[in-house]
């Protein structure tokens, strides 16, 4: 009888046990989780996309100076939203442009530059897939870049 109460307390210290830890696991990881979207289509349904019509409005300017344009976002507090029904994208727009800067300065062609993007925003890998106008993003950001303007020095020699 002894033995049989000694097995008794085991497993039920056992049980509360696991059942402790394993709340405690959820308590933990449930702030860490992203919101995961499953359905069975294969496009990708953008409700809002000011990606899209922010570049737009970049290559329709012919001439950025990324300077300026990030100072005026930092004042402005404003921001770009990305939202489907994959995902619910919030960036800032002073830090977009600084990725669009970098990724033109960094990249040799338009190839590279759309690397760049996929890397520093993986979230949007799927409209950048879809997206005709990183070519002419990449050129007018290049112009106005450090290594874009060595570039279009004449050659001495």
């Known amino acids: 009888m002894k033995t049989s109460t000694h097995n008794i307390r085991l497993i039920l210290v056992s049980i509360l046990f696991l059942t402790f830890s394993v709340s405690n696991a959820q308590i933990v990881y449930e702030d860490q989780?992203?919101?995961?979207?499953?359905?069975?289509?294969?496009e990708e349904?953008?409700?809002?996309?000011?990606?899209?019509?922010?570049?737009?409005?970049?290559?329709?300017?012919?001439?950025?100076?990324f300077r300026i344009e990030i100072?005026?976002?930092?004042?402005?507090?404003?921001?770009?939203?990305?939202?489907?029904?994959?995902?619910?994208?919030?960036?800032?727009?002073?830090?977009?442009?600084?990725?669009?800067?970098?990724?033109a300065n960094r990249s040799s062609d338009a190839e590279a530059f759309e690397a760049f993007l996929k890397d520093r925003l993986p979230e949007l890998i799927h409209q950048f897939r879809k997206d005709n106008t990183l070519e002419k993003l990449y050129n007018i950001s290049?112009?106005?870049?450090?290594n874009g303007k060595i570039d279009a020095l004449p050659p001495v020699l």
């Open 71 to 103: 100072q005026k976002a930092k004042d402005d507090h404003s921001y770009l939203l990305f939202l489907s029904e994959r995902s619910n994208l919030e960036i800032l727009t002073a830090a977009y442009l600084k990725t669009i800067h970098k990724g």
């Open 33 to 42: 989780l992203e919101t995961v979207y499953l359905n069975d289509q294969l």
């Open 142 to 146: 290049r112009k106005n870049t450090f």
């Open 45 to 65: 349904v953008v409700y809002t996309n000011y990606f899209s019509s922010f570049n737009d409005d970049l290559i329709a300017a012919k001439d950025i100076n």
